[in-house]
């Protein structure tokens, strides 16, 4: 929390990522002269991280897809109290965040100026997230205080129905055969596939998945990741998982 929340670095990184993001849109799709070519960046169905296939834009609209909680939108005012409360996380609790806190939050640094410009280019804005479809108009007061929005339900704003999983791969095929989606934004691998999450992945091989596949080239043209050491699928892994076997240094001084 004190990196993400607090530090200048966090916020030199998010700033990073939404420059990146808006010099894509410009340069990389906005010059291009038939736009029908472009090709989507969501994953086509029946693909697999080792054999990713994209579908060409045709005559859909363009749209920049993001993820909402720590990729747009900091929920300081949740964060807070669970920093001096401590303990794990309580689902309920954050039900009731996502439908009282909508005036205690700011936008991630960057994103609202990335977004509006992405918007006055012709680009379409929405936002796919795992909060409730039951707090829609919540979220979307959050996003408009936060100098976000507009993002209005099952249009620019596709939330998590009750008793749906919590993959995004089904609401974004369904953004897709609207838009063509030629940017996304996440904090999580799950915002921009769900194969990325399989639940008997080993940990070195998912972290391998985002560098050792024909996807690496995504990042930063296509694909952009925003920081966040609080929560989520990334913190996983125990020492003997995370650090090579032929990494096992030895202090020498230990040694005598």
Same mark, same amino acid.
């Given at each position: 929390?004190? @990196?993400?929340?607090?530090?200048? $670095?966090?916020?030199?990184?998010?700033?990073?990522?939404?420059?990146?993001?808006?010099?894509?849109?410009?340069?990389?799709? &906005?010059? =291009?002269? #038939?736009?029908? +070519?472009?090709?989507?960046?969501?994953?086509?169905?029946?693909?697999?991280?080792?054999?990713?296939?994209?579908?060409?834009?045709?005559?859909?609209?363009?749209?920049? %897809?993001?993820?909402?909680?720590?990729?747009?939108?900091?929920?300081?005012?949740?964060?807070?109290? $669970?920093?001096? =409360?401590? &303990?794990?996380? #309580?689902?309920?609790?954050?039900?009731? *965040?996502? +439908?009282?806190?909508? #005036?205690?939050?700011?936008?991630? !640094?960057?994103?609202?100026? /990335?977004?509006?410009?992405?918007?006055?280019?012709? @680009?379409?804005?929405? @936002?796919?997230?795992?909060?409730?479809?039951?707090?829609?108009? +919540?979220?979307?007061?959050?996003?408009?205080?936060?100098?976000?929005?507009?993002? /209005?339900? @099952?249009?620019?704003?596709?939330?998590?129905?009750? &008793? $749906?999983?919590?993959?995004?791969?089904?609401?974004?095929?369904?953004?897709?055969?609207?838009?063509?989606?030629?940017?996304?934004? &996440?904090?999580?691998?799950?915002?921009?596939?769900?194969?990325?999450?399989?639940?008997?992945?080993? %940990?070195?091989?998912?972290?391998?998945? %985002?560098?050792?596949?024909?996807?690496?080239?995504? *990042?930063? /043209?296509? *694909?952009?990741?925003? !920081?966040?050491?609080?929560?989520?699928?990334?913190?996983?892994?125990? %020492? #003997?998982?995370?650090?090579?076997?032929?990494?096992? *240094?030895?202090?020498?001084? $230990?040694?005598?």
């Amino acid at each position: 929390m004190q @990196f993400l929340y607090g530090s200048g $670095e966090a916020a030199a990184l998010s700033l990073q990522a939404y420059q990146a993001l808006w010099n894509y849109l410009k340069v990389e799709i &906005g010059y =291009r002269r #038939d736009k029908t +070519q472009v090709r989507s960046v969501v994953l086509a169905p029946g693909s697999t991280l080792d054999n990713p296939r994209f579908e060409p834009c045709g005559k859909r609209p363009m749209a920049v %897809v993001l993820d909402i909680d720590e990729t747009a939108l900091l929920n300081l005012g949740y964060e807070r109290d $669970e920093a001096s =409360r401590g &303990g794990s996380y #309580d689902a309920a609790r954050w039900a009731r *965040w996502e +439908q009282s806190g909508a #005036d205690q939050v700011a936008a991630v !640094p960057g994103a609202a100026e /990335a977004l509006a410009a992405a918007r006055r280019e012709g @680009f379409t804005v929405i @936002f796919n997230s795992n909060r409730s479809a039951a707090s829609a108009a +919540q979220t979307a007061a959050a996003l408009d205080h936060a100098g976000l929005g507009p993002a /209005a339900l @099952f249009d620019t704003l596709w939330l998590r129905g009750e &008793g $749906e999983p919590s993959g995004k791969d089904a609401r974004r095929q369904k953004i897709a055969q609207r838009f063509c989606i030629v940017a996304m934004a &996440g904090d999580q691998l799950g915002d921009f596939s769900d194969l990325f999450n399989a639940p008997d992945a080993p %940990v070195a091989a998912r972290r391998n998945s %985002v560098g050792g596949t024909l996807l690496a080239p995504l *990042w930063g /043209a296509g *694909w952009f990741m925003l !920081p966040n050491p609080v929560y989520g699928t990334g913190l996983k892994g125990g %020492v #003997d998982e995370i650090f090579p076997p032929d990494a096992r *240094w030895v202090d020498p001084e $230990e040694k005598k």
